[in-house]
């Protein structure tokens, strides 16, 4: 299983693909497939038949997972898009820092 440099609540952009351009917070990570489910990106519609959960039933949407390639993690300095490199911190544990302004990601 790789090891992915986002994580649940990191901002994030999207760099590729039919939604290019678009920012959003990551709302869940699958690391086994290697995707991400970005908020309000890769929308689709799913008709649901009723049932107990959803007695309605009707015409239910939902974001999509997208591949982890496809987006990239934005500087908390800056805003910009950046690369991830890992560093020992001061207490020893491993702490992500934005290649681009050198500062460290802050746990979400």
Known sequence: MPK??????????????NYKGQEG???RVEPDK???????VNRRKRHMKPSQTNPEGGIVEFE???????VMLLDPASGEPTRVRR????DGRRER???RSGRVIPRA
Do not use: F, M, Q, Y
């Open 97 to 99: 820092v934005a290649v």
């Open 64 to 70: 999509a997972p997208i591949h982890v390639s496809n």
């Open 87 to 90: 560093e020992a911190g001061a």
């Open 25 to 27: 917070t990551v709302l």
């Open 34 to 40: 290697s995707r991400v489910v970005v908020d309000g």
């Open 4 to 17: 992915l440099n986002i994580r649940k609540g990191d901002r994030v952009k999207v760099i590729s693909g």
